[in-house]
């Protein structure tokens, strides 16, 4: 038990770097298991880029939106750059610091999917088959121009009758395969450069305002989390509130059935205190707007003084 007590905390603790291992793993197996069964290139010249392009650029897009629609605190950058001043000023720098923040996870899974494609080949090789010099590659003398491109269309075709066992496709293929690699390679060295010094020389940089930022993100994240659970249990107590007020005549049979109805002494009390006063749906809505439109200064000196 304990040992699952100390998983759950490490994923707690570590939720924004689990969730891009997470995201990165499954736009791994989602290329892989693309480029295995689904991939097959039309091999006709005028589809061959614009199929292999969208394979390999489409899905990084779909993934980098879903990914912005799932993660919660892209919501919270919206409502917190979209909120009016109220007494509570904005903070650009919070603002910038959740955007970077939320950017970084979208973009673990399009470059996984974009790095993994350039690596497998499959891809390039169909978008530019048809592109490549033919005078580089013996084969191609003796054909007309069109048949020429016909014949490159069909290089990624290896079951093809023409171009089953034709040396020139190999050669294009191995070609354009080594091109797609080291490319995919660069790409993922850049990265890793990238990585590399943004690791290191972040303690070259100003760490107040990096923790200031960090730390006001944290908050607006757990204040508007906090608020929709207290929203729930105001909605909770004030419907459990209308309700007993409905079934005014029915209160006796109520408390017999045990329908969680307050004692006489408590409902006065608690109720009235935990509903802060709000007796009908244009007290609700009023309280609402306020929050929205003219948020409290961030400043606990007068209830702490209390």
Known sequence: MDRFRMIFQYFQSNSESVMNGICGLLALASVKMYTCFDFSCPCLPQYNMAYGLGVMFIPPIILFLCSLILNRQSLVMLDEWRR?????KK???????????????????PVVWITVTLLDGKCLICAFSGSVDPEKFVGFANVT????????????????E?????TSRKAVSRYLRCWSQALGWSIL?????????????????????LLQARHWSNYIDIEQKIFEETCCEHSRLFAHKCI??????????????????????????GEEDLLQGITDQDQVNKLLKTWYYDKPPLDVSQATQR
């Not at 009016?84 to 509570?88: E, F, I, L, M, V």
């Not at 023409?162 to 034709?166: E, F, K, P, T, V």
């Open 91 to 109: 903070d650009p720098a919070v603002i910038r610091y959740m955007c970077s923040s939320i950017v970084q996870r979208a973009m673990v899974a």
């Open 244 to 269: 007993l007020h409905f079934f005014e005549s029915m209160r006796q049979e109520i408390k017999l059935h045990n329908f969680n109805s307050p004692r006489e002494g408590e409902k006065d009390e």
């Open 189 to 209: 060295l850049i990265l890793i450069v990238a990585a590399f010094l943004a690791r290191w020389l972040r303690p070259c940089f100003n760490q107040t305002t």
């Open 84 to 88: 009016p001043q109220g007494h509570r």
């Open 162 to 166: 023409l171009m089953r066992n034709s």
């Open 145 to 160: 121009p069109v048949q020429v491109e016909q014949l490159l269309a069909k290089v990624p075709c290896k079951d093809d």
